[in-house]
């Protein structure tokens, strides 16, 4: 719990442009689906477009927590932190690691225009691109192994979530008779 609280402390005055920024996209995406649904695009407009939404929030998620300055950004000194020796953090952090690029990587993988990138290929990259991000820029944030090991778990474990649900569904929609699958 004092995580937690500890987290609160350091992101909450980062909130306001946060909410503004997901209000903002929200929007924009009101707007494409509008215009799908307009243009005839009407059969999966709106599963698409929330899909997309939904990859876009848990984006800047990611990027909010993992790039936003620490409280050791007060104190910071040109170096550069990294941390190469895996599985030195808490739990809470790794439950966190794990559960966004989960969520992330899931949504990908449901996105039916992700079919010409492997989700897990695109997590891990993003986890990498991340990493150097906490590396190259001055936030006082650290580069971890342990973050890029934890993000691969994530997207795998996202990735197979999304596979066993989509394979689900498909068995479903063949069990059906005939006639009961064109029924509105």
Known sequence: MDNFIIYWGIFSKYL??????LLMISIVFALIYYR????????NAFRTTMNELAITFVMIGILFVSL???????????????QLIPLLAGDLEYLINILMYLIFIFFVALHRKSNN????????????FIEIMQL???TGRIASVTDFILNAMGSL???????????????V???RPMNDRYRV
Do not use: D, E, H
């Open 16 to 21: 306001p442009y946060v909410l503004s920024t």
């Open 117 to 128: 990138i492997n989700p897990i290929f695109f997590g891990i990259i993003f986890s990498l």
């Open 173 to 175: 929609s063949n069990t």
């Open 157 to 171: 474990l996202g990735f197979c979530i999304a596979k066993i649900i989509l394979c689900g569904i498909q068995f």
């Open 36 to 43: 799908r649904k307009k243009s005839g695009y009407q059969i």
């Open 68 to 82: 936003l300055p620490s409280n050791s950004f007060l104190t910071f000194q040109i170096s550069i932190k990294v």
């Open 136 to 138: 190259l820029l001055p």
